[in-house]
């Protein structure tokens, strides 16, 4: 029997009002050389019968005997792929149409990337359209401080998975994370600039009730990425960085050790050249422009930080501190009075 061009490995664990749309946004693509691998996580739900249901030989059913969780039902998915690429797909979210189809092609003509991601769509309880970072040496360089792909959307090459796996035993809820580092630091990865996905937004998905195991995770990839660039990670510099990936505004941003360590990370880049400097220095520039114009709590506490970091001036820095200064100074508009 010939071996399908891509294995597509969709999870599912009590998924059945969601499934039968994900399933099917596969089986109807525009490229049809593919086989579609639905790892059923021990489901108690009609999720069964509704994998089951579809009766498209292209399909390939597997349960788990127990609840595993979804890093080893990805694990068993790609063990059963024939593929020469390998796509993720979650269990309540709609591929579009010609997804693998771009995707696949992308690969062909660029064989030295293996792995690529794409925009998303997001829709039910919030729509907006993200965007990631196309470009292998930008995607490598964010990989420092932030996740620039939606897993959903991923298709690889399988070189990429030997020899490697998700674990969930070490980094929890980011085990997709931990996994796109570790391909990043042995070959290229890219994203699509193109919408692939419809992503839903819903009360009950993993990565909004578990959200604190997967920043336990995170911190472990921060730091080994640390490791990696410096030769040491210590727990404030760890801390530091976590607060620019998390990017949530709080009373007291640790901006001297954020300031201090981006210094450091360019230093030491232009040393060892792990990442590209230009792609890495603009992207560091863009994170602490940012820090000073919207996270620093007072107008003190960020010219303070601005001139303490010579290192890390820019024009966009200047104007963006600039422009909250003189915020408060522009005056309003009088509303229009009524006769």
Known sequence: MTKPLVSVVLCVYNRADYLGEAIASILNQTLDDFELIVVDDASTDASPEVARGFGDPRLRYF???????????????????QGRHVALMDSDDISLPERLERQVAFLEANPEVALCGGWVETFGAREELRRFPREPEEVNARLLT?????????????????G?????????LAFDYAYWVEVAAAAAVANLPQTL?????????????????????TRIVLQRQLERLLGYGDDADVAALEYVFVNETKPDPPLAQIGDLFERMRVANRSRRLYDPARLDRMLDEKWTHLLSRHAPSLTRMWT??????GLWSLQLGEACARRTLRPLKPRRRKAQTT
Request: hydrophobic share 35%.
């Open 63 to 81: 349960r788990n005997e127990t609840n595993c969780g979804h890093a080893p039902s990805l694990n068993r998915g790609i063990v059963e792929a």
């Open 146 to 162: 932030e996740c620039p792909f939606s897993t959903p959307t991923i298709l690889m090459r399988r070189q990429a998975t030997a």
């Open 164 to 172: 490697r796996r998700f674990d969930f035993e070490r980094f929890g």
């Open 197 to 217: 996905l419809k992503y839903r937004i819903h009360e009950g998905q993993t990565t909004v009730a578990r959200r604190a195991g997967q920043l336990a995770g």
């Open 305 to 310: 930080a601005f001139l303490r970091r010579p």
